[in-house]
Each structure stands twice: as structure tokens, then as C-alpha cells.
């Protein structure tokens, strides 16, 4: 079992930056592949980034890639993901969630999840 729990959601004007992150807690967190995920209203959930936790490997959405930065503590068992350059498309709660599999970029394949996070990009 895998338990998440994120934070550090909350309102930004465009162009700004937040900071998400992830607590886990868990047996042998070094398996797993930790993904961010985001769902905005009436559209699916779509993969945003992947961090390994043994090696650091990071994977991210071509829709992100330059903006954010998905790292990892291992220490503090947490996962961050740095959002950069926010625009309005960014809005959306953010998810947090936990699989085996490397690459993994479809909600499916992930096993574990947090509750989300709010983000939302003003213009």
C-alpha cells in the first residue's frame, strides 16, 4: 500500500509559478514510478510528468516540457513538481499518483492516488 497526500495548490495570475507536492508513505517506495497527473473540468486526466524513485529518470508531456520540473526527496519521501510560465490551459486539479511501470503515461496503469490539488491560472 501507497498513501499520497499533495498540497501547494492555489490561485496564480499567468506567467507566475507554484510549487506541488507529494508526501508518500508506504513499504519499499524505491519501486515505484511516482506521476503527476492533472484533470481539468470536462476533459479526461492527462499525464503531466514521471519521476523514478532509485534513479531520478524524469519523463514529461510535450504540453510541459521547459515549464515543469518533477523532483524527488528521498529523505522527506516526497514528491515536487515545479510549475513555471502558468497559463490558463495549466488550470486543472493536480493529482499525484503511484505505479511500478517506466514509463507510465496513462491513468490505468497507476495504482495509487492522492485526493488532487487545485490550480488555477487567472489571465
Known amino acids: 500500500q501507497v498513501q499520497l497526500v499533495e498540497s501547494g495548490g492555489g490561485l496564480v495570475q499567468a506567467g507566475g509559478s507554484l510549487r506541488l507536492s507529494c508526501v508518500a508513505s508506504?513499504?519499499?517506495?524505491?519501486?515505484?514510478?511516482m506521476g503527476w497527473f492533472r484533470q481539468a473540468p470536462g476533459k479526461e486526466r492527462e499525464f503531466v510528468a514521471a519521476?523514478?524513485?532509485?534513479?531520478?529518470?524524469?519523463y514529461y508531456a510535450d504540453s510541459v516540457k521547459g515549464r515543469f520540473t518533477i523532483s524527488r526527496d528521498n529523505t522527506k519521501l516526497t514528491v515536487a513538481l515545479q510549475m513555471n510560465s502558468l497559463n490558463s490551459e495549466d488550470t486543472a486539479v493536480y493529482y499525484c499518483?503511484?505505479?511500478?511501470?517506466?514509463?507510465?503515461?496513462?491513468?490505468?496503469?497507476?495504482?495509487?492516488w492522492g485526493q488532487g490539488t487545485q490550480v488555477t491560472v487567472s489571465s
Open positions: 499518483a503511484a505505479t511500478l511501470l517506466w514509463v507510465a503515461t496513462m491513468s490505468g496503469q497507476y495504482d495509487y
Open positions: 508506504g513499504r519499499t517506495l524505491s519501486r515505484y514510478v
Open positions: 519521476i523514478r524513485w532509485s534513479a531520478g529518470n524524469t
